[in-house]
Nanobody, 126 residues
Framework: QVRLVESGGGSVQAGGSLRVSCVAS????????MGWFRQAPGKEREFVAA????????VYGTSVKGRFTISRDNAKNTLYLQMNSLKPEDTAVYFC???????????????????WGQGTQVTVSS
């Protein structure tokens, strides 16, 4: 059974940076595409970024493009999201997700993914 655990969330002022991580266990991490989503209070879950199995292909949501960078270290079974130039509207719980389709590309929809982490809170103050 695949397990995903996020960490690295916290509070930061607008304009600052934060990196969140997601460690995977129970599966062959290096075969699968991964994604980040976020959910703010009272809002639907929103696509943030996705990366293919090798890390050679990435895609970003419109609201974070140019500010956030998704990456992965397959040797460490870890997914990252580097967030720069943070804005108050980036405040949300951030979730990582795994798409259980070997050697595939990342998806932008929730239903593309089979496993989810519990989330980590990111709060950006103005």
């Amino acid at each position: 059974q695949v397990r995903l655990v996020e960490s690295g969330g916290g509070s930061v002022q607008a304009g600052g940076s934060l990196r969140v991580s997601c460690v995977a266990s129970g599966g062959i991490f290096s075969r699968y595409a991964m994604g980040w989503f976020r959910q703010a209070p009272g809002k639907e879950r929103e696509f943030v970024a996705a990366i293919n199995w090798s890390g050679g292909s990435t895609v970003y949501g419109t609201s974070v493009k140019g500010r956030f960078t998704i990456s992965r270290d397959n040797a460490k079974n870890t997914l990252y999201l580097q967030m720069n130039s943070l804005k108050p509207e980036d405040t949300a719980v951030y979730f990582c997700a795994l798409k259980e389709a070997p050697y595939g590309s990342g998806g932008i929809r929730e239903y593309d993914y089979n496993y989810w982490g519990q989330g980590t809170q990111v709060t950006v103050s103005s």
